[in-house]
């Protein structure tokens, strides 16, 4: 049916201080059309006039669009905007655009003009709400369908695909999410989707690998629709949503889908595909689909385990995003406190809760799904009517904040001044009032949402229920595992359950199950004090599922609240050890031994362990497995010990150093032994490992590769060794390399030793892999680069024969000793500092190894030192070089002092960081506990060096503010922002 035309049906808004501008702007542009008259013809009425002056005085995304064609203004503003947009709804269906930019620059303009139509219509109150986001989802269906359509039309052109070009029939499903799928979709929203497909279905040309295809349908409609040309975008699309986004590709097959939903589906999740809707393609497939899951939507129980898991999400927006109060400058009307979000939660709790047994509840629009819930009493009419007004002024005053820019936007605006503007968008005149206004919608809805989900007494240790009896979740239990902390609890009772119905070799017997029971409370408390309570217990309950028996540790457990406590940390703050847990449950023996973690660590006591094993060991692979497994251990052990504070930062890396030096003394013995029974010796033999880095500084980590050069000599007469199979000198000393560097770091079935780099060879990679002495000599005294240098200024043999070796360190001290020009050697040094920056490009202040300022600044100053003068000394740590450097005067008190103290701290924290984890530090990812390890490493490192540099005890550590971790981030930046100005000091480096 006709409309009166948009001028008559638009209320006032009130006048704007930028209406004469917008209006003065139109009428120029409109001369350069030649439409001047058209659009004195609009104007001429000065009501029509006024609403144009401050509508698109105050969007510029609207007067911008209202100027690219003043004739399309005239037709909106003259004629039904609904049919308008209509009419480009149904030339989106029927179109075939003949190429890209065609489908590009059609998809674009039409939403050019819906976002006019719309605007003008909804600005005028000539439109309620729930047009405006019903028209905008059909045009976004439209959207898509048009781009799926070219998307399939190329493919059939192409040979790929012979089926219905509208997906009908493909078993290509894809399903709108959110406010899209809800069809109520924003002014300037993305589009959610999840895109899913049949892999049997038809349509595909034989040959065609369906996931292939239809990813590249997928990232075919996403470029058709966001990519921005001259014409702006069509829609932002978002594929998030989907099951594991990270890992997964943007088209699931559906049984893959119904396996993850099945299997490790969220509670989020299910919250999220309440207002899921087949939109595009094969709409039968993604109707059957959705049908599919929706027993893993739609609980037959009352689920109120849902609440918690979604209550605590909303709270984590307030706690990230700064939103736990009530304002209105600045403030996000959809996540904040009193907004959109939580009018949405609600509801949709609700129908989480009441939805498996009510089908009248599982609509997926939020308005009608409030009538319903106070329909069916589940909430007050009161309460329902108060959200409902507040969702749509909240969801109108959304629509004028993103229309002013065509941005996605939520926020308020900061200053009082937008603020007016957008009051005047909303028919507001007085800035005071309509301020007011927002924060009383905004407190109503904060008040209703507190009287649902927020009334929840807080226990404390040793209250709330925690009951695992039976089939069905206990909420008690559920609210009690949330209150310790647990985002997963009913994860955690199907396990608990799980361990008492003894599934797995720990829990078959009744003591073991008995034992287990009664330390069960107190073991969920500990690991809710772990940092992250979720991730120590899926820690906890793998090791116990590869146990061979859990009554011995379980009693020791009980007996031991310390070893409890320290178990439950290293399962929630250290996931890299949490792993070497479930690969190697038998670790544990290791915290089970009071003398192994508590006695002073001494080498000689490590050597003699690995001796005493390597001495049970029958073959030579055997003793190769059983190497591996002691350095595993004790690396691990290392690592513990650190944690509990029992080992400083720099002692553990002498500790690692030691363990590997131990460990490539013996496999090098056992190794000759093996490599000389197959090709006897060479006359006159010698050979000599070198180690380099951090080995060679014993500075090693939990997760250092070795870098490791040999060198050999022998008769000059020697031409051929005298075994069963004969080699040349260079061949037999080629061959032990690699049998050597094969039995450090060649996996078995214990895994790997240690990495080994031997690129620090002469030559690099280019050179032999064992160097004759003479030629080590020759290079390092001709022919080596300055890098080359540095990297030897911290080198050590480390095992071998001990006359060659000592010939090697004379060799080092030659090299050291010689005289430098130290202007020329500063700036080759500076030079390779620039070079790795230039590679590498680091920005995160964690990256501490080659972050500007890092530890790699201490290292070159150090190596630097060495080589302008300072006598080198075997195994000694950069901090220790830096502090020589200082008393020797070679170094700059004060900028050798700073870097000293960085090294120390730095070095500290990197060791922290590869014992928790072997991946890149993220600390907006990483677990609380992760972060407090990292806070106390930091004191102990400040007082390791206070004990150095003053003498005698430090002073008691300060007292640690609520954001300890966000101090140490910040001093860690402003340590490195210093540490590269020494730096640029000592070497004359350009800063």
Known sequence: MQREPLRRLVQALPESPAAEA??????????????????????ADAATASFLGTALGECPFLLDLAEKDIDRLARIVEGD????????????????????????????CSRQTVAL???????????????????????????????????????????????????AGSGFAILGMGKYGARELNYSSDIDLIVVYEPAAGGLAEGTEPSVFWVRIVRQIVALLQERTADGYAFRVDLRLRPDPG??????????????????GQNWERAALIKARACAGDIATGNAFLAEIAPFIWRKYLDFAAIADIHSIKRQVHAHRGHSDVTVLGHDIKRGRGGIREIEFFVQTQQLIAGGRDRSLRGIQTRPMLAMLAERSWIGRRTAEVLDDAYVYLRTLEHRLQMVRDEQTHSMPADREALA??????????????????????????????ELFEDAPELTSGKGNLVFTGGDDDPETLRTLREFGFQHPEAVTEAVRAWHFGRFPAMRSTTARERLTEITPVLL????????????????????????????????????????DLLAFILGAAPRLAEIFTRRPHVVDTLIEPAIINDRLDRSDIEERLQATLREAKDYEEALNRARLFAAEQRFLFSVRMIRGGLSPVETGHAFSDLAELVIEAL??????????QHGRLEGSAEAIIAFGRLGSREMTAGSDLDLIVVYSHDPDATVSDGPRPLAPSQYYTRFTQRLVAALSAPTSEGVAYAVDTRLRPSGRAGPLATHIEAFRHYQLNDAWTWEHMALSRARPIAGDAGLADTVRAIMDEVMGRPRERASLAADVAGMRAKVD????????????????????????????????????EGETTAETLWRGVEDGCLPAEDGGLLARSAVAQSALLQALRIADDKAFDPDAAPDGMKTLLVRTTERARQDFARRVEGGEPAPAAAQSRDAFGDLQRELEELQSGTRQAFQRVLGAPA
């Not at 917008?22 to 104007?43: V, W």
């Not at 991730?535 to 609240?561: C, E, T, V, Y």
């Not at 090098?668 to 029974?677: G, H, N």
């Open 421 to 450: 503007r957008i009051g005047r968008l909303m028919g507001q005149g007085d800035p005071a009032a309509f301020e007011a206004e927002v924060r009383g919608v905004l407190e109503r809805v904060a008040t209703r949402y507190s």
């Open 247 to 264: 890992a997964t590709p943007v088209a699931l097959s559906i049984p893959g889908a119904l396996l993850y939903y099945e299997s490790m």
């Open 81 to 108: 905007p609904l049919a308008i947009v209509a009419g480009e709804i149904e030339a989106l269906g029927s179109t075939v655009f003949a190429t890209k930019a065609d489908a590009m620059r059609g998809l674009r």
């Open 668 to 677: 090098y013995q056992r190794t000759l032994e093996e490599f000389r029974a």
């Open 22 to 43: 917008a209006l003065i702007s139109l009428r120029e542009t409109a001369a350069r059309q030649d439409a001047a008259d058209r659009l004195e013809g609009l104007l």
């Open 525 to 564: 408390e500990a690991l809710s004090r772990a940092g992250n309570p979720d991730q120590a217990f899926r820690s906890f309950d793998a090791l116990l599922r590869k146990l061979p028996a859990g009554a011995q540790l379980f009693a020791i457990l009980q007996s031991n609240p310390e070893l409890l």
């Open 117 to 167: 139509a719309l605007g003008l219509a909804d600005l005028g109150r000539a439109v309620d709400l729930d047009t405006v986001t019903t028209v905008l989802s059909d045009f976004a269906d439209a959207a898509l369908g048009g781009a799926l359509r070219f998307a399939l039309e190329e493919a059939r052109r192409k040979g790929t695909y012979a089926g219905d070009p509208s997906g």
């Open 838 to 873: 230039e590679a590498r490009g680091t920005k995160s202040c964690w990256e501490l190894k080659t972050i500007p300022g890092g530890l790699m600044d201490c290292e070159f100053v150090a190596q630097f030192a060495v080589l302008a003068g300072l006598a080198k000394i």
